[in-house]
């Protein structure tokens, strides 16, 4: 039986190249970037190397790279390190119904703490507002934190215009951008758009998982998570992670030239979702203009969890847009204003370029038999 | 310091002329359950239990949390072993319960000379080992009323025991001696804790679990297998045997009304779990219910299903609060794999408004619009057996 893996939003397949890398680091470049010794300094010069293409692949410098543990740390860091750097300059923070769980309980945790936190709603389509964005920022808001592309249904969210909106209300505001979802497949250009902090993760782009980078541009103050040694510097203390780290360049390396490899992949999505529409009793809920990485949909009347497994059962590896009965249903399908069936059935299938046509079409006639021979839900 | 275990027995010594029988089921349980953590040996003189290391590899701390979940146990201590000389008690008494004594503010001391050669009497040897724990941890009074520990000393045959810290057991009765059942389980909280209220009682468990892929996942079944293995601390062992249901459920779904469609599906279960039981020599069935909790576990709801069990069917929670239950779950640490929210075979197709109180003959009539019994043989031919141990 083949394997079809339709969850690279979930992770993916590490890329030989990198683990290889991470191999090498491993038994040959082992040392400590920290040491004085030449063992080290050559592990520095890894973890630079690294830290080069990252940098490269979204046009900043080295300096401003910062490796995390992944993406959860590096939202984590950026949502609470500004928003204690800025206390003392307000206390509202503006971000979207429809953030990564690593930035939503960041932002309730420091409710409880005192800020006020505004999260804008999203329409059907997924997507907040700008005219929202615009006005919810004040001049005493701290920290503005929108993601780059939503995890669930892959919308593209406003953010390049969100700088501009701050500088025009006069606002201390810090902008994070959760770009998870969306690095290596589109453009993300944090001096372009005018983001200050931006979250990226290895183990969506074919790295192992376990490190993530932070994009903190020069002269943005953040108060660290952690405290301990001078490593990056102070910013993210503790021995790196090197063969994550140097890994993780690989597939930058691999895997950065996005244009091309996201014209590949939107052909396959284009032709997925063609024959999704085609498809009776299956409902799209990824809006049109959506990253063609992501599409999801629901399977009116069959519970996500059925599909999975029933998908699973014959080799093809999807995700389950909801959690289960007993669990919570999908915040960002809930935000989008989607009815509570719709929202227990949601699938979501995520594409890599290892995907190909012939993959879609065996998905479909899959899920044709999943749709034709499963009982429904009354 | 060579320590031991002393275990006091529970309510069988309440037993008659049966008393030794449990006496020796609960050794024998002792003694299979400390067979993982070393080698030690198990003794019970009046109604005592004695659990002394035999090697030094014998982890004292894992007998003694293995002895606190053993049924039959009302209480157990910690002793320490020193030659019948009473120096080197005083000596071991000052060393050993110095970490006690640390966390208490008054003592007494008490003696038992069983050996009756030692010479010293027992108001000397108490007076004697407190006179020296006195000198030695002057922060702690003596109070010989209202003390926070009493202190005793034991002159046995072989050696003197000292002993302060008294915990409490896992109470009940010794697994085994109450016969065995088949416990109906899926995954929830409420099952597991039904398991181990009838282990407490010497319920010696066999489990069936409902499947229904793809339905239900793989992961349901391992949480199963999860909880199973948290209860069989206090139980012993359990062989688990899982239940392809997927086609009976369909059938039901597809055929039944489907206000029906819970209390058919239970009938459906409690044929299936009665056949297992008594293919495994189990006089009776288990169930996690709690009455009025769903609507399937209402009084009409229970005679419904209960009309196609021939057994007894026991529900230790009929009258219990979920908070109680919860606080059960919580104690024997089955609540955290409980919560993993996973499909499980009682919440796929689940009607919005299920019948609170069914009739009888309606729900036959609903029920044999299924040709049911091929598909029961069929699932009865196709189980899977799990054994499941700490």
Do not use: W
Not at chain 1, 47 to 66: N, Q
């Amino acid at each position: 039986m083949k394997e079809i893996y339709l969850d690279n939003s979930a992770t993916t397949r590490v890329s030989r190249k990198a683990a290889e890398k991470a191999v090498e680091i491993m038994t040959q470049h082992y040392g400590n970037p920290s040491s004085l010794h030449s063992k080290g300094l050559e592990a520095q010069h890894d973890m630079e190397a690294a830290g080069d293409l990252v940098a490269a692949s979204i046009g900043c410098t080295r300096e401003e790279i910062f490796f995390t543990s992944g993406g959860t740390e590096a939202n984590n860091t950026a949502v609470f390190g500004a928003a204690y750097a800025l206390r003392r300059r307000g206390k509202r923070i503006v971000t979207t119904d429809i953030e990564h769980s690593s930035v939503r309980e960041a932002m309730s945790r420091l409710e409880q703490e005192g800020f006020e936190i505004i999260r804008l709603p999203a329409d059907i389509n997924g997507r907040v507002s700008a005219e929202d964005i615009k006005k919810a920022i004040t001049k005493d808001t701290i920290l503005v934190s929108i993601m780059a592309v939503n995890n669930e249904v892959g919308s593209i969210q406003p953010i390049s215009g969100v700088k501009r909106i701050i500088e025009a209300a006069a606002s201390p505001a810090v902008f994070h951008a959760d770009a998870v979802q969306g690095y290596l497949k589109m453009p993300l250009r944090p001096k372009k758009y005018g983001i200050d902090l931006m979250t990226l993760s290895g183990h969506k782009i074919h790295a192992p998982k376990g490190v993530g980078v932070l994009y903190k541009r020069r002269g943005v103050r953040i108060i660290p998570l952690h405290t301990g040694g001078l490593q990056q510097s102070g910013v993210r203390p503790g021995t790196e992670p090197l063969p994550l780290i140097c890994a993780m360049g690989e597939a930058v390396r691999e895997y950065g030239n996005t244009e091309e490899r996201t014209e590949a992949v939107k052909a396959v999505s284009e032709y997925c979702r063609a024959k999704l529409k085609n498809t009776e009793g299956i409902e799209i809920n990824s809006p049109e203009d959506a990253l063609p990485y992501i599409i999801n949909f629901s399977a009116v009347g069959i519970r996500s969890e059925t599909i999975l497994h029933y998908l699973a059962d014959k080799g093809i590896y999807v995700s389950s847009g909801s959690a289960c009965a007993k669990g919570q249903k999908s915040h960002v399908l809930r935000a989008m204003g989607l009815s509570d069936d719709r929202i227990d059935s949601a699938v979501r299938v995520s594409f890599s370029d290892e995907n190909t046509e012939e993959d879609i079409d065996i998905f479909i006639k899959e899920l044709e038999n999943a749709l034709r021979t499963l009982a429904r839900k009354r | 310091m060579k320590e031991i275990i002393l275990a006091k027995l529970g309510e069988i010594v309440l037993k008659g002329l049966n008393r030794k029988n449990f006496e020796d089921v609960l050794v024998k349980t002792i003694k299979r359950r400390l067979y993982r953590i070393g080698s030690f040996k198990v003794k019970c003189v009046q109604s005592t239990i004695t659990v002394t290391p035999l090697s030094d590899d014998a982890d004292i701390d894992e007998a003694a949390d293995c002895i606190s979940k053993i049924f039959g146990i009302a209480a157990y201590c910690r002793a320490c072993v020193a030659e019948k000389d009473i120096e080197k008690i005083k000596t071991a008494a000052c060393e050993y319960l110095a970490d006690h004594f640390s966390r208490i503010g008054s003592f007494k001391v008490e003696a038992k000379r069983s050996d009756k050669k030692f010479p010293l009497k027992s108001p000397e040897i108490a007076r004697e080992v407190g006179g020296c724990l006195a000198d030695r941890f002057p922060e702690v009074a003596v109070d010989v009323h209202t003390p926070d520990a009493v202190v005793t000393v034991e002159i046995r045959d072989d050696a003197a025991y000292i002993h302060s810290e008294v915990f409490k057991g896992a109470g009940g009765i010794p697994v085994g001696t109450g016969g065995k059942a088949a416990i109906l389980i899926s995954g929830g909280i409420d099952s597991p804790v039904a398991g181990y209220m009838m282990a407490k009682r010497g319920v010696e468990l066999t489990a069936v679990h409902f499947a229904s892929p793809p339905y239900t996942s793989e992961r349901a079944e391992e949480k199963v297998a999860e909880l199973l293995k948290r209860v069989s601390l206090y139980s012993g062992r359990i062989r688990m045997y899982t239940v392809p249901f997927t086609k009976l459920q369909e059938e039901i779904r597809d055929k039944c009304h489907e206000e029906y469609f819970t209390i058919i599906m239970r009938r459906f279960m409690m044929r299936i779990a009665q056949e297992i039981a008594e293919q495994n020599e189990c006089q009776a069935l288990v169930t996690g219910e709690s009455l009025g909790q769903v609507a399937s576990q209402t009084i009409g709801a229970v005679a419904c299903t209960d009309a196609v069990c021939s057994m007894p069917v026991f529900r230790p929670l009929i009258g219990m609060d979920k908070e109680e239950i919860i606080g059960i779950s919580r104690k024997i640490d089955t609540f955290e794999v409980s919560i993993q929210p996973y499909e499980d075979c009682c919440t796929v197709f689940t009607p919005k408004h299920p019948r609170t109180r069914p009739v009888l003959s309606t729900v036959i009539d609903e029920e044999n619009k299924i040709d049911y019994a091929p598909l029961i043989a069929d699932a009865l031919e196709n189980l899977k057996v799990t054994d499941i141990s700490a």
